[in-house]
């Protein structure tokens, strides 16, 4: 019971014990109703959203919750267009017409970021939580400035590279090339710069195979999709292990591993169509191609059934 409860009674039972009404804002008597305290203020929390009181279903009065990627230590204000006469002039044209916004420079350059961020990311279907993850590594390399010099696309087509990457959801960085427009030097300098910053670096996960792979299939529109994800993945797995191509792009491991699986299975793609979809060149897939090879009897799983045999593989 608050304070101001605990010097009211009810003058006809002292003892008796008092009831809040919070709807009306009454303390009444327990036995016999008569209303010792009113106009009472109802100091719990009140759960109630005056934005739209008609149509709105969230009663929430304290609104949206606060987001953590912009510095609110600055309050904005904004001034809109007036409609009454005093906005216009003699010629009924607006006075002012442009609306004043009072923001930092700081969270004018993060938002622009974010936007920027939320375009490219677009372009090639991220998720929220990937693209929450690239604006926060761009404030964090916006804030302790540790990629001057370089450009803004570059830095933000860097920023969703790393974010991909800590998130699980890998792209290769010619992907990240061509919806920022930056340079593959450029990017994997500013993606370097950002790794040696980055508190945690081992947040940035290697890119793992087994991700490309069935983008990559995707892409293509096999036949037999399944079986060729599932015989690549093998493929570039068992590649790593007695092949000699350590050091080698995930990506062209992948597209490699994905055409000799495409040609023991008789699939109808050539190598032009891979480098389509996994952007790696077709003197790549071949160099790579060659050096699995003469290890194709080792790579496949032992229940792949051969449309055309290891012995009739080509040579390229």
Not at 77 to 93: M, P, Y
Not at 98 to 110: H, R, T, V
Not at 214 to 227: D, G, K, V, Y
Not at 238 to 248: D, L
Request: charged share 25%; aromatic share 6%; hydrophobic share 40%.
């Amino acid at each position: 019971m608050s304070k101001c409860m605990t010097v009211l009674a009810c003058r006809y039972h002292p003892d008796a014990t008092l009831i809040e009404d919070y709807r009306a804002g009454d303390v009444i008597c327990s036995q016999c109703g008569l209303v010792v305290g009113e106009r009472m203020i109802d100091v719990s929390s009140e759960w109630r959203d005056f934005g739209n009181e008609s149509d709105s279903k969230d009663k929430s009065r304290v609104g949206s919750a606060q987001s953590l990627l912009y510095d609110y230590a600055n309050l904005e204000t904004t001034t809109s267009i007036g409609k009454g006469a005093g906005a216009l002039d003699e010629l009924g044209k607006q006075k002012y017409n442009k609306k004043i916004s009072q923001i930092s420079s700081a969270d004018q350059a993060l938002r622009n970021g974010h936007d920027a961020i939320r375009a490219m990311a677009a372009r090639i279907n991220l998720t929220k939580k990937v693209i929450d993850r690239a604006f926060l590594i761009y404030k964090f390399c916006y804030e302790k400035k540790c990629l001057r010099g370089y450009s803004s696309e570059a830095i933000i087509g860097a920023c969703i590279y790393s974010a991909c990457r800590q998130e699980g959801s890998p792209r290769t960085i010619k992907e990240i090339c061509d919806i920022s427009m930056a340079s593959v030097k450029e990017l994997g300098r500013c993606f370097n710069k950002i790794k040696l910053s980055t508190p945690n670096p081992t947040a940035i996960q290697s890119i793992d195979i087994k991700n490309l792979v069935p983008r990559f299939c995707n892409q293509l529109q096999l036949e037999q999709e399944i079986l060729i994800r599932k015989t690549a993945i093998h493929i570039a797995e068992r590649a790593n292990e007695v092949c000699n191509i350590q050091g080698r792009a995930p990506s062209s491991i992948a597209s490699a591993a994905i055409y000799m699986a495409c040609l023991a299975a008789r699939e109808k793609i050539t190598k032009k169509d891979i480098q389509k979809s996994a952007g790696v060149s077709e003197g790549v897939i071949r160099i790579i191609y060659r050096i699995m090879l003469p290890h194709a009897a080792e790579l496949f799983p032992n229940d792949f059934i051969f449309k055309c045999p290891i012995a009739n593989l080509p040579m390229l």
